[in-house]
């Protein structure tokens, strides 16, 4: 997916990092200039108990039955292709669900 959709991903399991607090992930995050897709609900949180955090957090609010490769990476590529023309990913929460697409603003 990442390559059709041209997305410069880095997984942090792949890169054997996987043991990063959330703090860590969130400092690598910034420095690298990357948003964090997530599947972990403390980083919607944390957007949310922050006043501006520059950051974008994309988190996938999903039952456990869509918590599979195909079923993630399905609804990225939805997410992609249909709502995130435009938006400023790098500063916002995105909440994808089964159902709908949820964009909350700094």
């Not at 990063?20 to 957007?47: C, G, K, N, P, W």
Request: no cysteine.
């Amino acid at each position: 997916m990442a390559r059709e959709l041209q997305l410069d991903v880095v997984s942090l399991q792949g890169q054997r990092l996987g043991q990063l607090t959330d703090h860590e992930v969130i400092r690598m995050a910034r420095s690298q200039e990357r948003v964090i897709i997530t599947l972990d609900r403390d980083f919607a949180e944390y957007f949310h108990r922050t006043q501006r955090p520059a950051i974008g957090i994309i988190y996938l609010d999903l039952p456990n039955s869509l918590r599979t490769i195909p079923g993630i990476n399905g609804l990225l590529a939805a997410f992609f292709r249909d709502h995130a023309e435009g938006a400023d990913l790098e500063h916002v929460l995105v909440i994808i669900t089964e159902r709908e697409v949820r964009i909350a603003h700094d």
